[in-house]
Nanobody
Framework: VQLQASGGGLVQAGDSLRLSCAAS????????MGWFRRAPGKERNFVAG????????YYADSVKGRFTISRDSAKNTVYLQMNSLKPEDTAVYYC???????????????????WGQGTQVTVSS
């Protein structure tokens, strides 16, 4: 499985960005997907996850109400819509995928099997 992330950039606080992650594997529908991020000098943390059906979504407390994860099975792509961005959202964002939903719900040490390259998001104050 190859994951290709895109959409990062430099924005101001309060702005929005949408990250995309395209998956190469078929059937794409068999994978749960999600996003993690690593801020400078910090550990990689869970941000959001979505089940393979798209029927369940999970978010870190720090992004609830501001970020929305979604997927388009026809395009083999998962999205992360980020609104009301804050400087503390600055990080490298990684998309990830796994057949095990438990790796993409947060609050666990389990990590997904497949990772994309990171995309930098920088939010200025």
């Amino acid at each position: 499985v190859q994951l290709q992330a895109s959409g990062g950039g430099l924005v101001q606080a309060g702005d929005s960005l949408r990250l995309s992650c395209a998956a190469s594997r078929r059937p794409y529908s068999g994978l749960n997907m999600g996003w993690f991020r690593r801020a400078p000098g910090k550990e990689r943390n869970f941000v959001a996850g979505i089940s393979k059906s798209g029927g369940a979504t999970y978010y870190a407390d720090s992004v609830k109400g501001r970020f929305t994860i979604s997927r388009d099975s026809a395009k083999n792509t998962v999205y992360l819509q980020m609104n009301s961005l804050k400087p503390e959202d600055t990080a490298v964002y990684y998309c990830a995928a796994d057949a095990r939903l438990s790796t993409l719900v947060g609050g666990t040490t389990l990590l997904p099997t497949y990772w994309g390259q990171g995309t930098q998001v920088t939010v200025s104050s």
